[in-house]
């Protein structure tokens, strides 16, 4: 397998797809997703699950070589009204079924979550997991035509998220924080409100996604903090035609009616 940062710079390109479009390159998502995870001992985590690959409410980024063979780092959306649940309320609704409710509010007007987000040790310290990722997920998240988005955040990213205008999710959990994937580490939870309009962002983080939107498939970069490293962008999902928020966002009423279901028999 070629190496392609021993080149003095790398050339790489940004790629969105629906997850139900590509399995093959989603064996490749989850196999680098679980070696980064295992690598820092984490081996419970919720978004890491692979039944997302064959939900067709899931749309992936990835980091690749040219040849498509390598893939260095990827990010996930996740529609509410797939074939799961989304992973904040997997992770999170045990400890408070608020999730469900507060997910379901926002699914009439078309939610999701960014999450699965993993970059291989060769791309640390080029800067494109946060924020360059994050961005990205933002970006294509008007494609698919959703308003608002989730996020579970490990410390380290709770700051590129608010840069992008995300807020604090402050009505579940302690405050807006659970102790997850684990006792000794904190997740907090945040949404972006308006994926279009993105108010709250920060000018640099609001230009960048607009930019990515304006040229989704013509955009190219030369340099990550300071290091050289060209990345063609191809984030046009194809496909489109294929998808149906509307059914979509009826089959996340569907899910939440009958788990009140469920809840009102248990407390019966």
């Not at 070629?2 to 989850?30: G, M, N, Q, V």
């Not at 799961?84 to 609704?93: K, S």
């Not at 926002?106 to 994050?134: M, V």
């Not at 989704?216 to 990345?231: A, V």
Request: hydrophobic share 40%; charged share 20%.
């Amino acid at each position: 397998m070629e190496d392609h940062f021993k080149k003095s710079t790398p050339e790489l390109r940004l790629r969105a797809f629906r997850a139900i479009d590509e399995p093959e390159t989603c064996e490749l998502f989850i196999e680098g997703h679980t070696a980064v995870l295992t690598s820092i001992g984490v081996t419970k985590v919720t978004s890491s699950k692979n039944g997302w690959a064959k939900n067709p409410a899931v749309f992936v980024i990835i980091v690749e070589s040219k040849d498509g063979k390598t893939l260095y780092g990827g990010a996930r959306v996740h529609v509410a009204g797939g074939s799961e649940p989304l992973p904040i309320e997997q992770a999170t609704g045990t400890m408070d079924p608020g999730i469900f409710k507060l997910v379901w509010d926002f699914s009439k007007q078309g939610t999701g979550e960014i999450c699965g987000l993993w970059n291989s040790h060769e791309l640390a310290g080029y800067g494109i997991g946060t924020p360059l990722l994050i961005r990205t997920l933002i970006a294509i998240s008007s494609q698919i035509g959703l308003q608002s988005l989730f996020a579970l955040c490990a410390p380290y990213t709770v700051k590129p998220v608010v840069n992008c205008g995300m807020v604090l999710v402050d009505n579940i959990g302690n405050n807006g924080t659970f102790y997850y994937p684990k006792l000794d580490l904190i997740a907090t939870a945040m949404i972006l409100k308006d994926v279009s309009d993105l108010s709250l962002a920060a000018e640099e983080d609001k230009l960048a996604i607009m930019q990515m939107r304006a040229n989704p498939d013509s955009l190219r970069i030369h340099e990550l903090k300071k290091k050289e490293i060209t990345i063609d962008f191809e984030l046009g999902i194809p496909h489109l035609n294929r998808w149906d928020l509307f059914h979509t966002i009826a089959a996340a009423e569907s899910a939440f009616l009958e788990s009140e279901i469920q809840e009102e028999s248990i407390s019966f």
